[in-house]
């Protein structure tokens, strides 16, 4: 028997994504957000929601380029860290000592130190209510040799990421490896057999 | 140094949602999805994108409704089938033997076994490319008394959810409790003090 809890914005897993943008003044900033994640394959896109009253917000609708950059278990207090203080009173990667690069495809600005990062160009951006939801086609996709597996592939494991529990306010780890996809189900399949 | 792996749909953690709706005879559907996440949290809103050539597709279209069905690692074999069976060829709650359920709030069925569940009411869908995302409003989020903490939160070690890894094809779990959000980054934040 369920329990209604009422309507609340709530998925486990949510991510941990540190949203890298300049501002007018082409000055870095970065933003944690977890309301986000893929929303179309070819072109590949990835959705964020932002409140209008960020300065990431602002950025987005100036430069319509973001990053999207994964940060590792390691870099716990600087992801949390971006997620409580504003770019418009602090310049937050001073604060934390983490270095911008400029991307390659799109005007915005990568964490070197972090271990995963997708360039982005906004395509559309939509008000939904106290958020709004920018998507952006990933144009590049750049990551630390250490965190692919053999066969060039990005291996979660290594990358090892902060994975966010929105009821609970707290950050969990990933662990570990369990099944490969689109296989252990394959039984169940009716015997007309696999598509 | 990074590495430039190209434009691919990547993100981690990316979630398992299986997205629950009725056909135009008001028989039941069940779809593994993962690429979405919440995307507002006035009114609270989910977004999931899927192809227009799947059954749920059309479901979606015609009842302007879904339920977000959350497995446990347990429920691994029934959640991969969901992503990997279409229900335009086979009927998938009588395949695995759950149980499909009216929802309280929405014209769409439930998975009675699976944890965690977010009763939708689509608000409006977006053709992107190759996926159709679909916004929901979320009007009730209904869960099994095991799954809460003593103040009735969504405890994310005990819903043990799956987590996917896109680049891999691969399932992960999840690991262990990490930190409280926003607490461990304050030290970085300005002397101006927490806002």
Same mark, same amino acid.
């Given at each position: 028997?369920?329990?209604?809890?009422? %309507?609340?914005?709530?998925?486990? *897993? %949510?991510?941990?994504? !540190?949203i890298g943008t300049?501002?007018?003044?082409?000055?870095?900033?970065?933003? /944690?957000v %977890?309301?986000?994640?893929? /929303?179309?394959?070819?072109? *590949? /896109?990835?959705?964020?929601?932002?409140? *209008?009253?960020? +300065?990431? +917000?602002?950025?987005?609708?100036? +430069?319509?380029? &973001?990053?999207?950059? !994964?940060?590792?278990?390691?870099?716990?207090k600087e992801s949390d860290y971006f997620g409580i203080a504003s770019g418009k009173q602090e310049n937050k990667f001073a604060a934390t000592g983490l270095t911008p690069v400029k991307s390659d495809r799109v005007h915005a600005p990568y964490v070197r130190e972090f271990p995963l990062v997708l360039? /982005?160009?906004?395509?559309?951006?939509?008000?939904?209510?106290? +958020?709004?939801?920018?998507?952006?086609?990933?144009a590049d996709v750049k990551a630390e040799a250490e965190v692919l597996d053999d066969k060039e592939r990005v291996d979660l494991a290594k990358v090892d990421p902060l994975i966010f529990s929105p009821d609970q306010h707290a950050?969990?780890? %990933?662990? *570990?490896?369990?099944?490969?996809? &689109?296989?252990v189900g394959l039984e169940l399949k009716h015997p007309g057999g696999r598509s």
């Open positions: 028997m369920k329990k209604s809890l009422g %309507a609340r914005p709530l998925v486990v *897993p %949510a991510p941990v994504f !540190i300049y501002d007018k003044q082409d000055r870095p900033n970065a933003m /944690c %977890a309301w986000g994640g893929i /929303c179309c394959s070819r072109p *590949p /896109c990835v959705a964020i929601s932002v409140r *209008p009253a960020t +300065h990431t +917000h602002g950025n987005l609708l100036e +430069h319509k380029a &973001f990053t999207l950059n !994964i940060p590792s278990r390691g870099q716990l360039e /982005c160009q906004v395509i559309l951006n939509l008000q939904i209510g106290s +958020h709004t939801q920018f998507v952006g086609e990933i950050y969990y780890t %990933a662990g *570990p490896w369990l099944a490969e996809a &689109f296989r």
